[in-house]
T-cell receptor
Framework: DQQVKQNSPSLSVQEGRISILNCDYTNSMFDYFLWYKKYPAEGPTFLIS?????DKNEDGRFTVFLNKSAKHLSLHIVPSQPGDSAVYFCAASYNAGKSTFGDGTTLTVKP | NAGVTQTPKFRVLKTGQSMTLLCAQDMNHEYMYWYRQDPGMGLRLIHYSVGEGTTAKGEVPDGYNVSRLKKQNFLLGLESAAPSQTSVYFC?????????????FGQGTRLTVV
C-alpha cells in the first residue's frame, strides 16, 4: 500500500508559466511534508516543507499548499524556469520520524 | 563543507559477491538513512539509525545489513548480492529538531549485479 502518491509521472510547461505538482497521501498520522528536487546523477536536495498545522508555505518562487481534509498537497512554481527541470519528490513523515517518498514527477520547463 | 559522502560512486558485482557501501557525514547529524531508488520509483527506505550504535529496519531491509559504529559513518552491507539489488543507493542524514528537519543526501552509488 503506497502511502504517498504522485499520480503524474511527468509534467511539461512553458518557461514563465506556472508549474503545479501534486501529491496525495493516505496516512492521516503524517504531520510534516517535504518536497525534494533531484537532478540526474545527483542526490535529492530539499526544496520546501510544510507542517500539518499550516495550509500554505511560501519560499520565493515556490509555494506548497496543504489540504488536510483531502489528504492532498501541491507544489506551485511561479514563474517556471528551464533550470527547474528535474524530478520532484513529495515526502511525508510523522512524529519527527523517517520520511515516506512518492515516486516522483519529472518536470520539463521548455524555453 | 562536504556534507554527505558516499563511497564508491559505481560498482559492478557478480551474483553472490559481497560488498560494503560507506556513508560519511560531517554535519554531526543524529539520524542516518539508506534508501534505494529503482527506475520510475521513489526512494524506499532500507535501514536507518537514530544514533550511534543503533539501527532499525525500513521498508525493504531483506538482503542488507547495516552498522553505525561511529556517529559520522553508516555502512550498508550486501552479504550475497542478487540481480534484484541492482539499483541506485542513497545515503542521507538529518538532525532531530523542532518538528522535523530536512534530510541531506549523498550523490548516490550506482550498483549493478550481474
Amino acid at each position: 500500500d503506497q502511502q504517498v502518491k504522485q499520480n503524474s509521472p511527468s509534467l511539461s510547461v512553458q518557461e514563465g508559466r506556472i508549474s503545479i505538482l501534486n501529491c496525495d497521501y493516505t496516512n492521516s498520522m503524517f504531520d510534516y511534508f517535504l518536497w525534494y528536487k533531484k537532478y540526474p546523477a545527483e542526490g535529492p536536495t530539499f526544496l520546501i516543507s510544510i507542517s500539518s498545522i499550516k495550509d500554505k508555505n511560501e519560499d520565493g518562487r515556490f509555494t506548497v499548499f496543504l489540504n488536510k481534509s483531502a489528504k492532498h498537497l501541491s507544489l506551485h512554481i511561479v514563474p517556471s524556469q528551464p533550470g527547474d527541470s528535474a524530478v520532484y519528490f513529495c515526502a511525508a513523515s510523522y512524529n519527527a520520524g523517517k520520511s515516506t517518498f512518492g515516486d516522483g514527477t519529472t518536470l520539463t520547463v521548455k524555453p | 563543507n562536504a556534507g554527505v559522502t558516499q563511497t564508491p560512486k559505481f560498482r559492478v558485482l557478480k551474483t553472490g559477491q559481497s560488498m560494503t557501501l560507506l556513508c560519511a557525514q560531517d554535519m554531526n547529524h543524529e539520524y542516518m538513512y539508506w534508501y534505494r531508488q529503482d527506475p520510475g520509483m521513489g526512494l524506499r527506505l532500507i535501514h536507518y539509525s537514530v544514533g550511534e550504535g543503533t539501527t532499525a529496519k525500513g521498508e525493504v531491509p531483506d538482503g542488507y545489513n547495516v552498522s553505525r559504529l561511529k556517529k559520522q559513518n553508516f555502512l550498508l552491507g550486501l552479504e550475497s548480492a542478487a540481480p534484484s539489488q541492482t539499483s541506485v543507493y542513497f545515503c542521507a542524514s538529518s538532525s532531530p529538531g523542532q518538528g522535523f528537519t530536512e534530510a541531506f543526501f549523498g550523490q548516490g552509488t550506482r550498483l549493478t549485479v550481474v
